[in-house]
C-alpha cells in the first residue's frame, strides 16, 4: 500500500514537473526572429520607400498667442510653415527643400512631441518650426499675397508625402537656419550631439544675404555689467579688457566654441544666446569706450542654410540635390498614415 502511494506521489511530480519545464524550454528555443519582431517600436515601421506613422494626417498645432491647439491636414501645415520660414521671392527649388525638411520634422514630432505644445505636436514658434495661418499670412504679405500663396503651395503639392530618412530611419532632427558663413556646422560643435547626417558642408555664394554680415556694438560699461551678470565667476573689470577676452576654441566652420571672459571659460552657443548675437562665428575689436562683435552668418548654422538652398536653386540643383548637400547620406521616402 505504501509502495503504491509513493508511486503515486512520484509520478504525480513527474507530471508537475514536466508542466514547469516544459514551457520555459519552447520560450528559450524561439526563434530569435520572432522575438526581435516584438521589440521593434510600433510607431515607425520602414519598407521599401516609404514609413508609416501611426495616426492620421492631420496635425496638432499649439498657438501660442492663444493658448489652444488647432488641428490641421498636414500638407496644410507645410504650406504654412514655408510660408513662415523661407521668403516666397525664394526660388521653386529651394521651397521644395524647405517644405521636406518641414514634413520630415513635424513627422519625428509625432514620435517625440514639443514639450511646449501643451498636449499638441508642435508649437507655433521658432522653437520648433514658425507656423503661420494662410489668413494671416496672406495678410502679411504687402504685395503679390495670392500669388506668393499659389507658388508656396505648388511647392509643397510637387513633393507631397516626401520625406528625409538615414539609414532607412525617418530623420530626427532636420535642422535649417538662415544663412552660413560659407560652411555649415558639424552638429556635435554646436548641440553636442553627433548626428551623422549633420555634418559641415560648404554654402558658396551666401554673402550676397542681408545677414551676411552684422555688427554688434556695446559699451564698455554695459558689457562688462552684463557678463559679471550673466557669469558671477567671470570677475571681469573694464580696465585691461583685451587681455581678458580669448577665444579659446573654433570649430572647422569658423563658429566659436569656447571663449574666455575674465576667470570663466563659456560656450560659444551660449555667449551667442545670451548677447543676441547672430552667429557664433564673429570677431571682436575694441575702441575707446565701445566692444563692437562682428559675425558672419545668421543662425545655429547647423544643417541646411536656407540662402545657400536659394543660391543652389538659381545655379540649376533641384531639391533633392540641395537636401542631399545639406544632409549627408539621406535618401527620400514617402510618408504614409496608418490608423
Request: charged share 25%; proline share 4%; with cysteine.
Amino acid at each position: 500500500m505504501r509502495r503504491e502511494f509513493a508511486s503515486t506521489i512520484f509520478f504525480s511530480l513527474l507530471i508537475l514537473l514536466f508542466m514547469i519545464i516544459a514551457p520555459t524550454f519552447i520560450i528559450k528555443s524561439m526563434p530569435a526572429k520572432a522575438i526581435s519582431e516584438e521589440v521593434i517600436p510600433p510607431t515607425v515601421e520602414e519598407n521599401n520607400n516609404f514609413i508609416s506613422l501611426e495616426g492620421n494626417e492631420v496635425i496638432k498645432v499649439h498657438i501660442t498667442s492663444e493658448n489652444k491647439i488647432v488641428e490641421v491636414p498636414i500638407e496644410e501645415y507645410v504650406k504654412s510653415v514655408v510660408s513662415g520660414e523661407m521668403p516666397a521671392s525664394f526660388s521653386d527649388e529651394a521651397l521644395k527643400a524647405q517644405a521636406v525638411a518641414a514634413r520630415t520634422y513635424v513627422a519625428a514630432k509625432r514620435l517625440k512631441p514639443c514639450d511646449l505644445a501643451e498636449g499638441g505636436d508642435v508649437c507655433d514658434t521658432t522653437h520648433c518650426q514658425v507656423y503661420i495661418s494662410k489668413e494671416s499670412r496672406i495678410e502679411k504679405w504687402e504685395t503679390n499675397a495670392n500669388e506668393n500663396w499659389d507658388k508656396i503651395s505648388k511647392a509643397v503639392e510637387e513633393t507631397q508625402g516626401k520625406i528625409l530618412a538615414y539609414n532607412n530611419e525617418l530623420v530626427l532632427y532636420p535642422q535649417f537656419f538662415s544663412t552660413s558663413s560659407g560652411m555649415t556646422e558639424n552638429s556635435i560643435d554646436v548641440f553636442s550631439g553627433d548626428i551623422p547626417y549633420l555634418v559641415s558642408t560648404e554654402s558658396k555664394g551666401e554673402d550676397v544675404a542681408p545677414k551676411y554680415e552684422s555688427e554688434f556694438p556695446f559699451k564698455i560699461s554695459e558689457f562688462v555689467e552684463k557678463i559679471n551678470g550673466e557669469y558671477p565667476e567671470a570677475e571681469l573689470i573694464a580696465d585691461n579688457l583685451e587681455g581678458n577676452i580669448e577665444i579659446l576654441d573654433r570649430s572647422n566652420a569658423g563658429g566659436i566654441k569656447e571663449i574666455r571672459f575674465g576667470k570663466t571659460t563659456v560656450k560659444g552657443t551660449d555667449f551667442r544666446l545670451a548677447f543676441g548675437l547672430s552667429s557664433t562665428n564673429f570677431e571682436y575689436s575694441i575702441n575707446n569706450d565701445e566692444i563692437v562683435f562682428k559675425c558672419k552668418g545668421y543662425g545655429h548654422g547647423v544643417g541646411m542654410s536656407q540662402w545657400g538652398a536659394n543660391i543652389m536653386a538659381k545655379n540649376g540643383s533641384n531639391y533633392e540635390e540641395i537636401l542631399k548637400h545639406y544632409y549627408t547620406g539621406i535618401e527620400l521616402k514617402e510618408l504614409k498614415f496608418k490608423e
